[in-house]
């Protein structure tokens, strides 16, 4: 079948378009400019209370007693989390690690990602609406903004009218209270680098090091911009887990939706009003779920990128119903398929295990019990054996053949260890230097091993042997491979 030609109209962006620096329009065609930047506009989010605001909070409480918190808490003579670069230690409660445990913080971010992978498969952006840091210090800013400049309503307002000196000071105490959140934050997140309580001092007596400074007020300055102006910018354009968070959703994923069926057609009505009668759906079109929403869309339009499956429209619509006498949920978190297909709320969860969540599940607990065992068995203690290459095999008197070794030991517990080092894997091989070796708690030291071996032991060549170490209060050894040569 033939299908008529139909007119093509061609958008030109502005930077392309002719008069514009370059480009020609082809001949005949219909063009129209547009330009590729749309303006921002503000976005002023009311404020919303509720069974979901409620969650936000209390997760904004649970997250910044953990951030603002932790740093303080002392385990022992130390700081109980420290990531000390300095002296590449990382203190974890009683756990010391050396970079030689990297794997333990692959683990770590495997299970990190695979968690926001079954959060989200099951709930959608739980992360986003309720634990982000940017949510987080959103909605700390908003209140904050609240406090000194009103709610929604008094902030267009202001906004829109002159300045004056209520408009200075209120956006004055906003920018001050703004200011020392952001600088506090910055503070605190160096604070898991360098000890806090030194940084403490070192801040009243403006006495940081450069690196200090530079962090403190980097990190306080992005907490700033982006949780006083960039807002749901930062949600829209810059954050990856928005764009790529789609491909874990399916149609039993749990989000926040409008019930369509229930709430169409929409309009306004009085509350004594009998809805069916004015041949209305459920939703009033009061707008307060766009009023509410922190990222300024309408759920009414269905699921869109830019939702962080907050809640607040749900919230919000929430009291519109209980006002007008309606059953809540006409805005709530629900799956395509229980709202295509009607299901009640416990044949919506009893989709919640299905293959996808199971594999998840599956994945997240190996991770996570071949982390524990390992945590659990792990010795506190490392070492790492380096061939001294200044100096080759030679000959000791008694004629021994003699090779030396540079060893690392690292002592990761919270006492004084005295390390035995013992040799095996030739006849008759052993360590000719001291073979005891203290190294204070949580400290490591370079030590020299002259290794020897009699000269009808091996013949010429490298031969593989193994550092035994053990502690003189840990059971268990450690044992390290390295070669020993064998002149000709
Ligand atoms: S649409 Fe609703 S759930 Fe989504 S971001 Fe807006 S208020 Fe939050
Ligand atoms: S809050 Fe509820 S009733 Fe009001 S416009 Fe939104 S969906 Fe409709």
Not at 4 to 19: D, E, L, S
Request: charged fraction near 20%; aromatic fraction near 12%; glycine fraction near 8%.
């Amino acid at each position: 079948m033939n299908t008529p030609a139909t007119p093509t109209r061609k958008v030109i962006p502005i930077a392309a378009a002719p008069g514009n620096g370059s480009g020609q329009l082809p001949p005949g065609a219909d063009a129209e400019m547009v330009s590729l930047y749309a303006a921002h506009r503000k976005i002023y989010p009311r404020s919303v209370s509720g069974f979901f605001s409620h969650w936000r909070w209390a997760m904004v409480f649970l997250t910044q007693l953990v951030f603002y918190g932790l740093p303080w808490l002392e385990w022992g003579q130390r700081q109980a989390v420290l990531f000390d670069l300095t002296s590449r230690r990382f203190y974890i409660f009683n756990l010391v690690l050396y970079p030689q445990d990297f794997i333990y913080l692959t683990g770590i971010l495997v299970i990190s990602a695979f968690s926001l992978f079954l959060f989200t498969a099951v709930a959608g952006r739980l992360w986003c609406g309720y634990a982000c840091p940017q949510t987080v210090y959103t909605e700390i800013f908003l209140w904050l903004e609240k406090r000194a400049e009103g709610d929604r309503a008094a902030r267009l307002r202001r906004d829109a009218g002159p300045w004056n000196l209520d408009k200075l000071w209120r956006k004055g105490a906003k920018h001050f209270l703004w200011l020392a959140v952001a600088l506090w934050t910055g503070f605190t997140f160096v604070g898991y680098f360098t000890p806090i309580h030194t940084l403490g001092r070192e801040f009243i007596q403006m006495n940081m090091s450069s690196w200090e400074n530079f962090w403190v007020f980097f990190y306080g300055f992005a907490t700033y911009g982006n949780a006083g102006f960039m807002r749901e910018q930062v949600c829209k354009h810059m954050c990856p887990y928005a764009r790529f968070q789609s491909a874990m959703f399916d149609k039993d994923t749990l989000i926040v939706t409008y019930d369509q069926e229930r709430g169409e057609p929409r309009g306004a009505r009085s509350k004594k009003a009998t809805a069916s009668a004015l041949n209305l759906g459920a939703c009033v079109d009061c707008n307060l779920c766009v009023q509410v929403c922190p990222t300024g869309i309408d759920i009414r339009n269905g699921l869109q990128y830019e939702c962080i499956g907050c809640g607040a429209c749900a919230d919000a619509c929430d009291t519109i119903m209980d006002k007008m006498g309606y059953a809540k949920g006409l805005v709530k978190y629900s799956t395509e398929n229980a709202i295509r297909q009607h299901w009640t709320q416990a044949q919506t969860l009893r989709h919640v295990l299905r293959p996808r969540v199971l594999v998840y599940v599956a994945i997240l607990a190996t991770v996570v019990t071949a982390m524990t065992v390992s945590l659990a068995t792990r010795l506190p203690f490392k070492v790492d054996v380096v061939r001294d290459r200044g100096a080759l095999a030679r000959m000791a008197p008694g004629g021994r053949i003699e090779n030396v070794y540079r060893l690392q030991l690292m002592n990761a517990s919270e006492s004084r260890q005295q390390f035995h080092i013992d040799v095996q894997g030739l006849p008759g091989l052993a360590v000719a230097s001291e073979a005891d070796v203290a190294v204070p708690s949580t400290e490591s030291r370079w030590v020299a091993v002259r290794v020897q071996a009699p000269f009808e032991a091996a013949p010429s060549g490298s031969h593989t042997i193994h550092f035994e170490i053990t502690a003189q209060d840990v059971p268990g050894r450690l044992l390290e491979k390295s070669v020993f040569i064998v002149p000709r």
